[in-house]
Structure formats: C-alpha cells, structure tokens
C-alpha cells in the first residue's frame, strides 16, 4: 500500500476539521445558554423514552413537559438498570430507550462487577457532540497537525464472543466507532494503527504490531492514549523489539511468531512498504544511553492522554521523553458518557452540556444542582441522564468547579466517590493513600512509578498491603523502614489508626515487584477491561491484590 501524499494528508485533515466544525459551533452555542441547551436536551430524552418499559414505570410522560419533576426520579447506581439491560439481551426491544440497542459495551472497575452498557445511534451522537468541539479545537490551536498524521490508542476488545448468548452483539469491533461515519472516513486515512489491531487478542502481538505502525510514520503529529502508562510501557518495549521492528521494517513482512488469524496477517501485511531509511532512524533513536524519540516524530504536537494523579509518573516520563511536546489532560469520560471535555491546553475541562443531561450532588449538602446552578469550588458528585438509556445515573466520580466560560463551569476530577475499604470499619479511602504517598516522598525523596494499595486478608490478622515496582535492588531495612513510616501516614485516618491500636488490622506490608505495572495490566485484562483504558488507582479494594503479585 502506498504512503500518502502531503496533499492527500493536509485535505483529509481539513475535511476532518470541516466536518467536526458545526458541531463544535453548537457546543459554544450550548455552553453560553447551558440552562435552554439542557432543558431541550431533557425533553428530547424523556419523549423518547415514554413508551419505553422503563418509561412507562417511572412515569416519563407527565415530566416531558415538566422537567422539574424528573428531579424526583430516584437517583440510580448501574444495579437499578442491570435487570432492563438483561431483557435487552435477550432481544427484547423499548426496554431502557426507543432507539434500538446496537451492542452493549463491557466495562468493569478495579473492583465493580462487569457492566454491560448499552449503546444506541442516539448516545453516540451524544459522544460525537464532544468530540467535535475537542477534535475542532486542536486543530485551531495546533494548525500543524493538519500536516500529519495521528495515533488513536485501539484496544484489543478481549470480551467479544466471550459473554455468553446475547441476541446483541457485546464489544466495539474498532474505538473510531465513536466517530460519526465521515469522520471515520477521515480517520481510516489519517489514523496510523490500522482497525485490524482491535482484533488482535494476544498482548504481546498486540504490543509489537502497536510499535510497527507507530515507528513507521514519521509525520506522526498527534497521540491520544487512555492512561499515560499505555504509551510508556510501549516506549519501555522499544529497545527490546528493535531488531524485529527493523526486520519488518526492511522486508514488509510480519515475524511468523505472532498470533494473528490468517486474515488479519494478511489484512495488515498488505499495509506494509520497505523503508530502509526508516530502519536506519530507529537504529539511531535507540542507540546509546537515552532514547532520542524526537528523532523518530520530529514533527509530534500534542500527547493527549489522562493526568489524574495517579498518573504523574508516567506523565513525568513522557515530558523527559518528548521535551516540547504538549501534553494535554483528557477529559472526564466513562464508558456510560461525557462529563468533560479539554478546553485548550492548560487542563481546563468544560462540562459537556450538549451530550448529556447533567446532575450534581452537592457533597456537602446532598443537594441536587443543575449544571447552571453550580458554585465556584464547590464540590460534587456527577449523574448523568444519556441517550443510551441511564436516567440519573449516579456516576460516582468527584469533581471541583474551578472557574466558568461563559457561564458553564470548568471541572477538576478529584476521583471516585464510594473509593473506600473497610475490613473492620477502617474507612481507607484512596485520598488516604494519596496523601501519604505525597508526604512520603516529600519527606524522603522517594517516589513510585507505580505504587497501590489493597487489602490483605491472608494470615490470620488481615492488613493492608502496598504494591510498588521496583528494579529489584532493595535492600530489606530501608524495605522495613518505609513500610513502618507509610503505616503512621495511614494513621492519620483515626479510623485506620483505631483498628490498629486495637489490633483489628496487622501492619501496613510493603511488597516490591518487578513489572509491577505490566503484571496489574495484565490481570485487569483477565477481569475484562480492555488493554488501553486500565486505571490506577492508588486503592484497590480487589482482596487478591497481594495474590497477583506474590505470584499466586
């Protein structure tokens, strides 16, 4: 297959800009009359949803015209909607919304059972009201990426086929599936990871194939990942893979070795040209003591990806990796919808009030706000009413508003709400472990690529155990000594500190492992979450913690 030309690429990103361009003006429009762009959003999910099963049971019909009455719907966590999403699996339609349900779409947390969501033509034009203001919006403050090309992370979708009968399909076959159809026209010729990647199931195949494509492009402009440490632990694998990279590179042939259908071998073979020059780039990216990776996309601009805290480590390997290169903060989206999107590249994020109808629960109060109604610092909890047929659901994630556009408010995530571990009344939240990983390494100077922590209910006192990766160079006493000082960091939780005392709770452990990361990737991946939206948190209340890095 042959490359592009520059034309060829400059008016495919210009038709992409163009494309994304009405609806980013509707998204401004929105977001100066939030309150009108809401209510009208409202109404429309609420006609659409009267005749429905659910609709019919909450009484739908006598609020579309008094949408002050849906704030008496019952607030609802994923359990209310589980028994409706069964009967759509089982075919039956007008259950959850009107339109018809095209799949449901598996998404699990650290410790939450799987979930399937259902996704209908409806709720993808609620994504594609995000997305295009924020695809709009770097191309006007990064008028270079109209030059070259980009990298959407695609996730090998390890569910599909595997959840049993359902009269519909589970599991996107490709991530672009958000995009509207000519856009991803637009990104089948801009998009260097080919829709075949998302059908490869075997990590290790999917890590190399993921490294071809990438180090192939060299006018690569754009990366959008899920979390930062997807692409380190790509970058990390580079110098392992060069000698196979430069192979296929040379030839235009893939290593036998890999697992891949037949079809897809032959599907991606054919995207394949020899570059011998780009062989020769890679040879000099890798060589000597630092990775040079500039030198292998001189023209990159912007890294988007997530920068909660939990991320700042990779997120700090990526700015000594890509000096210069802008990397912007995503924004606050779940499988079930948007909250927020990236307004500019300062980390402002804009409540999405054109995609879904937003709800805020006032943590102080417990008092229901709109999206109009909220207050500067104030914080709250996120529930969304969507298109694929969730009303007031209680997402559950945190936010602060940190100032307005307009008069729609900017969003800082804070984390989960509920993120809390109790083994004997303890109340271990992950704020707890956050802050004393801060004062730790404010203290002491030590900081953790990776670093979790989880119950432990081996032995016979149970305890909490903290996970960080590590070279494999740790001595035992500064081993013992951290793990002493954390523990009294904890005990700033009077809770924690009271089982403690009592001797409900053993002492904080500490457990180094190599590949700390990999290892907890690859075990979320056989829980059933997809490769490239992984998260870490720094509590993880799954009480095998331990088990999956001792080995067991």
């Not at 009107?98 to 399937?116: C, E, H, I």
């Not at 259902?118 to 403050?141: C, D, E, M, N």
């Not at 049993?164 to 260097?192: H, I, K």
């Not at 805290?309 to 606050?332: C, H, M, N, W, Y």
């Amino acid at each position: 297959m042959r490359r592009m030309r520059r034309w060829e690429i400059l008016l495919a990103n210009l038709a992409w800009f163009l494309a994304c361009l009405p609806g980013a003006l509707a998204f401004l429009f929105a977001a100066t009359f939030p309150r009108m762009a809401q209510r009208r959003l409202l109404r429309g999910l609420l006609k659409r949803a009267t005749e429905t099963k659910y609709g019919r049971l909450h009484g739908f019909e006598r609020m579309v015209n008094n949408t002050d009455a849906f704030q008496s719907h019952p607030v609802a966590d994923y359990e209310v909607f589980r028994p409706f999403v069964d009967i759509i699996q089982s075919g039956e339609p007008n259950i959850l919304t009107s339109d018809a349900v095209t799949l449901l779409q598996p998404t699990s947390g650290t410790s939450a059972a799987r979930k399937l969501i259902p996704l209908t033509a409806g709720l993808l034009r609620q994504f594609q009201a995000a997305l295009a203001p924020w695809i709009a919006s770097l191309y006007v403050l990064r008028p270079r990426l109209l030059l070259g090309r980009q990298y959407w992370c695609l996730s090998p979708n390890t569910l599909l086929g595997r959840v049993g009968s359902s009269a519909v399909p589970v599991g996107f076959p490709n991530d672009t599936e958000y995009l509207g159809t000519w856009q991803r026209w637009f990104a089948a010729r801009l998009l260097v990871a080919p829709p075949e990647l998302a059908r490869v199931e075997d990590p290790a195949t999917f890590e190399f194939l993921t490294l071809l494509f990438l180090v192939r492009e060299r006018n690569l402009r754009l990366i959008s990942v899920w979390h930062p440490s997807f692409l380190t632990l790509l970058l990390e694998a580079l110098p392992r893979q060069v000698d196979r990279l430069a192979s296929c590179l040379r030839t235009a042939a893939l290593p036998r070795d890999l697992v891949l259908s037949a079809n897809i071998r032959a599907a991606l073979t054919k995207q394949l040209v020899p570059d011998p020059q780009r062989v020769s780039e890679l040879a000099r990216c890798v060589s000597g003591s630092d990775n040079q990776l500039l030198w292998l996309w001189p023209h990159l601009q912007v890294i988007s990806c997530w920068a909660g805290r939990d991320a700042e480590p990779s997120l700090a390997r990526l700015r000594v990796a890509f000096p210069g290169v802008t990397i912007q903060p995503k924004g606050l989206l779940a499988t079930e919808g948007v909250v927020t999107i990236p307004w500019g590249f300062a980390g402002r994020h804009l409540a999405a009030v054109r995609s879904h109808f937003l709800e805020f629960i006032e943590v102080d109060t417990g008092q229901v706000k709109s999206v109009w109604e909220l207050r500067h610092g104030g914080i709250y909890t996120v529930m969304l009413s969507t298109a694929g047929g969730l009303y007031r659901y209680h997402l559950k994630d945190r936010v602060r508003v940190t100032g307005f556009w307009a008069v729609t408010p900017t969003l800082e995530f804070l984390g989960r709400d509920g993120l809390v571990s109790d083994i004997c009344g303890e109340k271990l939240t992950g704020a707890d472990i956050e802050s004393a990983l801060e004062h730790f390494s404010k203290t002491t100077g030590i900081s953790f690529q990776f670093a979790m922590a989880g119950p432990d209910r081996s032995g016979k006192t149970p305890g909490y155990v903290f996970v960080f990766e590590t070279d494999g160079n740790v001595s035992v006493p500064p081993l013992e000594a951290c793990s002493q000082m954390l523990d009294e960091l904890l005990q700033r939780n009077f809770h924690y500190a009271h089982a403690r005392r009592l001797g409900q709770l053993r002492p904080l452990q500490i457990l180094p492992a190599l590949n700390a990361t990999l290892i907890y990737q690859e075990a979320m991946i056989l829980r059933g979450q997809r490769y490239g939206e992984i998260k870490f948190p720094p509590l993880c209340k799954n009480t095998d913690l331990a088990d999956v890095f001792r080995g067991n």
